[in-house]
C-alpha cells in the first residue's frame, strides 16, 4: 500500500517535498516511481529509483527535481524545486513489487505564475 502526501499550492520558483510512505513491503528492494498527470492529459513518466539506488529523470525536471528514498522510514521523496505553473498536476507514486505495478492514490501540486 502506498500514501502519497505533500501536495498543495506554490508559487513558481517555489519548492516542494511530496513523500510516498509504503507499507507491505520494503521500499528498498523494489523500483519506485513518480509520474504525474496534468488536467485532460495523460499520466506521465517524472523519475524512478531503483533499488541500488540509481535514479532516473523525465527531461523536463530534470535538475529541478529530486527523487530519493529513506529506508528506514519505508518512504520515497520527491523533492521539487524551481516549480513551474506546467509541473501542475496530480503526482502518483507507484512501486514494482515481483512483476506487479501498485499506484498511491495521487497528491494534487498546483503552481501558480
Known amino acids: 500500500q502506498l500514501q502519497a502526501s505533500g501536495g498543495g499550492s506554490a508559487q513558481a520558483g517555489a519548492s516542494l517535498r511530496l513523500s510516498c510512505a509504503a507499507s507491505?513491503?520494503?521500499?528498498?528492494?523494489?523500483?519506485m516511481a513518480w509520474y504525474r498527470q496534468a488536467p485532460g492529459k495523460q499520466r506521465d513518466f517524472v523519475a524512478n529509483?531503483?533499488?541500488?539506488?540509481?535514479?532516473t529523470y523525465a527531461g523536463s525536471v530534470k535538475g529541478r527535481f529530486t527523487i530519493s528514498r529513506d529506508n528506514a522510514e519505508n518512504t520515497l521523496y520527491l523533492q521539487m524545486s524551481s516549480l513551474k505553473p506546467e509541473d501542475t498536476a496530480v503526482y502518483y507514486c507507484?512501486?514494482?513489487?515481483?512483476?506487479?505495478?501498485?499506484w498511491g492514490q495521487g497528491t494534487l501540486v498546483t503552481v501558480s505564475s
Open positions: 507507484n512501486i514494482l513489487v515481483r512483476g506487479l505495478l501498485y
Open positions: 507491505g513491503t520494503a521500499a528498498s528492494d523494489n523500483v
Open positions: 529509483i531503483v533499488s541500488g539506488g540509481g535514479t
